[in-house]
């Protein structure tokens, strides 16, 4: 039993780490295609990657450890995330048990204060202006996150993603609620801030849009590679969340070897998931920064009616 536990977890961590930058690849490209681009393909991240890792690390010259350290430990981070919730495996696996939602919610906050801290280590001005960005957004799009989560355990009764799962795929009237339906539109606008999806415009270069980008903006070569690859992660343990615990919990097996067709399924489920991610970013203008509040609040306000409507209906 351990030894299929172990394997359970070994894959879902392997795909966790090396598929994220294909999702990313994939989403470019098929924006690309529906603004009648070219765009780059599928593998690109892996070949920017590649490249960054062959590159040079320049170091500011003011800054201290921390700018060195920070990448690999928000590295570690997202990667002991993706060994606690259910991002392929619907059934618990070696680290499951050492955290729950909360804790997830907690360490998705603390990889992103890493980042503004090594951020501001860097003394650029415009990562600091990034970081100031930031920090005036985070306070919304966490107090979100941790209140959804909060309100899924007073539905299921714990604070256990994999519970949550296999009541939401034994209930299947749930997946229909006012709560759920408004707990899957907070945590998708989330999805979306976090990542730097519009409509919220926090990627790019462009000096006033920039949050994400300017974070990253004194790193170079092999450190500059991992802070990327975090950000992949990141974005692939956002939306396995969002698909397998709001939006599509179904399909996944933890049987053995069946666990392995959850391969393809969470490929499916993704490819269901870049589909909306296109359509709204090609149909909705971006947000301009200064409305980028209006739009976590709005996120919280469904996060909240969430939580009331858990206790009343």
């Known amino acids: 039993m351990f030894a ?5 977890t070994i894959v879902q961590y392997l795909f966790v780490v090396l598929s994220a930058p ?24 892996y ?48 680290f499951t048990y050492s955290g729950d939602f909360l804790a997830g919610a907690i360490l998705f906050s603390l990889a992103g204060f890493l980042k503004m801290a090594a951020a501001m280590d860097s003394r650029n001005n ?13 306070f919304l799009s966490e107090a979100t996150l941790i209140m959804v989560f909060f309100g899924v355990s007073l539905i299921t ?8 799962n296999h009541f939401l795929i034994s209930n299947p009237a749930s997946n229909l609620n006012l709560p759920h339906v408004f707990s899957t539109l907070a945590f998708f606008m989330i999805f979306f801030y976090e990542t730097g999806k ?35 992660m990141k974005q692939y343990l956002l939306g396995a969340v969002l698909l397998n615990v709001f939006l599509v919990p179904w399909g996944l097996t933890a049987s053995f070897p069946g666990f392995l067709l959850d391969i393809p399924v ?5 490819l269901l998931l870049i589909l909306i991610v296109v359509i709204v970013e090609t149909t909705l203008a971006k947000l301009r920064l200064f409305r980028v509040i209006d739009y976590l609040a709005v ?11 858990s206790e009343v209906v």
Do not use: C
């Open 126 to 138: 415009f990562s600091a202006m990034s970081v100031s960005r930031a920090v005036s957004f985070t």
């Open 22 to 45: 294909l999702f990313a690849g994939i989403i470019a490209n098929v924006k690309a295609k529906v603004e009648s681009r070219k765009g780059p393909g599928i593998f690109q991240p």
């Open 198 to 232: 519009i409509p919220v415009e926090t990627e790019g270069l462009h000096e006033m849009g920039m949050i994400d980008s300017g974070l990253n903006y004194e790193y170079s070569g092999k450190l500059l590679a991992i802070n990327r690859w975090t950000s992949y």
């Open 299 to 309: 996120a919280l306000t469904f996060s909240v009616l969430f939580i009331i409507l």
């Open 47 to 94: 070949y920017d990657l590649f490249k960054l890792f062959r590159k040079e690390v320049l170091i500011p010259e003011d800054s201290s450890i921390l700018f060195v350290l920070v990448p690999y430990i928000a590295f570690g981070v997202y990667s002991l995330i993706a060994l606690i919730i259910p991002v392929l495996v619907p059934e618990p696996i070696i």
């Open 157 to 164: 009764g714990t604070n256990n993603p994999y519970v949550t």
């Open 4 to 8: 299929v536990t172990l394997a359970e």
């Open 266 to 270: 969470m490929i499916l489920k993704w």
